[in-house]
Nanobody, 123 residues
Framework: QVRLVESGGGSVQAGGSLTLSCAASGYTYSSYCMGWARQAAGKQREWVAGIHAGGRTLYSDSVKGRFTISQDTAKSTLYLQMNSLEPEDTALYYC?????????????????WGQGTQVTVSP
């Protein structure tokens, strides 16, 4: 059974940094795309970043240059380093696993989701 557990959320002032982690279990980690998405109150879930099994990364325009996705395949753990945070980044952040290692961008390419971790950025 696929299990994704996020951690590392919290409250930070604008300009600050946070690192999210996602512990994955129940499947062969290195065979799938992994990614992060977020959902702000009253808005649709938005894809943020993805990483292929081989390490190639993709980012949405809204976070490119500020966020970095990475993974430790030996630990089956996904990370999201978030720098220069803005109040607009406030959302519930979800870790996700893809259907395969093809297509790591966009909500539609992800099948399994964690419960989310809240990130709140104050002005």
């Amino acid at each position: 059974q696929v299990r994704l557990v996020e951690s590392g959320g919290g409250s930070v002032q604008a300009g600050g940094s946070l690192t999210l982690s996602c512990a994955a279990s129940g499947y062969t980690y290195s065979s799938y795309c992994m990614g992060w998405a977020r959902q702000a109150a009253g808005k649709q879930r938005e894809w943020v970043a993805g990483i292929h099994a081989g390490g190639r990364t993709l980012y949405s325009d809204s976070v490119k240059g500020r966020f970095t996705i990475s993974q430790d395949t030996a630990k089956s753990t996904l990370y999201l380093q978030m720098n220069s945070l803005e109040p607009e980044d406030t959302a519930l952040y979800y870790c996700a696993r893809g259907y395969s290692d093809v297509g790591c961008d966009g909500i539609r390419n992800f099948r399994h989701w964690g419960q989310g971790t809240q990130v709140t950025v104050s002005p």
